[in-house]
Structure formats: structure tokens, C-alpha cells
């Protein structure tokens, strides 16, 4: 059983930058593929970001291609979303997730967070 707890979500300016934190409670972390994902109001959870366990490969939408970074500590069981030139598109309730990346990718995942809350206004 993986438990993982979200942090950092809160209000922000459109142009800001903000970084999100996914806590692992887990022993062999480094052995599992970690990534975000989102839903805005009225809309399906999607796909943001992964990183696979081996080799940190990053994997991300679209959408924040260019503008988003995950990465991830595996001493500290902890991976990061780091969020720049954030959009009012980007308000969504932000989930961390865990699973092979292979799954994560077509927005399947073994364990999910609770989400943390992200507003960005115009």
C-alpha cells in the first residue's frame, strides 16, 4: 500500500510560479514511476506530468510542455511538480499518482493522492 499526500496548492496571480509536493509513504519508492495529474470544474481528471523511476524520464501533456518540470528526490520520497507561467486554464485540483509510467501515461495509476487545490486568477 503506497499513501501519498499532496502540498503547495494555493491562490496565484496568472504569470506566477508555484510547486507543488507529493509525499510517498513508501519504503522502495525509488521502484515506482510518480505523476500528476488534474481536474477542473466540469472536466475529466487528465494526464499532467510522470517520471519514471529508473532512469527520471520525464513525460508531460501538451499543454504545459515548456512550462511545467517534474522531478523527484527519491531520499526524501518525495516528487515535485514545478509549475511556471501559470495560466487561469491551469485551476484544477492537482493529483499526485503513482504506477509504471506506461500506465500513468494514458491516466491509469495503482495509488492517488487526495489533490491539492490550484487557482490561478486572471
Known amino acids: 500500500q503506497v499513501q501519498l499526500e499532496e502540498s503547495g496548492g494555493r491562490l496565484v496571480q496568472a504569470g506566477d510560479s508555484l510547486r507543488l509536493s507529493c509525499a510517498a509513504s513508501?519504503?522502495?519508492?525509488?521502484?515506482?514511476?510518480m505523476g500528476w495529474f488534474r481536474q477542473a470544474p466540469g472536466k475529466a481528471r487528465a494526464f499532467v506530468a510522470a517520471?519514471?523511476?529508473?532512469?527520471?524520464?520525464?513525460y508531460y501533456a501538451d499543454s504545459v510542455k515548456g512550462r511545467f518540470t517534474i522531478s523527484r528526490d527519491n531520499a526524501k520520497n518525495t516528487v515535485y511538480l514545478q509549475m511556471n507561467s501559470l495560466k487561469p486554464e491551469d485551476t484544477a485540483v492537482y493529483y499526485c499518482?503513482?504506477?509504471?509510467?506506461?500506465?500513468?501515461?494514458?491516466?491509469?495509476?495503482?495509488?492517488w493522492g487526495q489533490g491539492t487545490q490550484v487557482t490561478v486568477s486572471s
Open positions: 517520471i519514471s523511476w529508473g532512469s527520471s524520464m520525464p
Open positions: 513508501v519504503r522502495t519508492f525509488s521502484t515506482y514511476g
Open positions: 499518482a503513482s504506477g509504471p509510467t506506461g500506465k500513468l501515461r494514458i491516466g491509469l495509476a495503482d495509488y
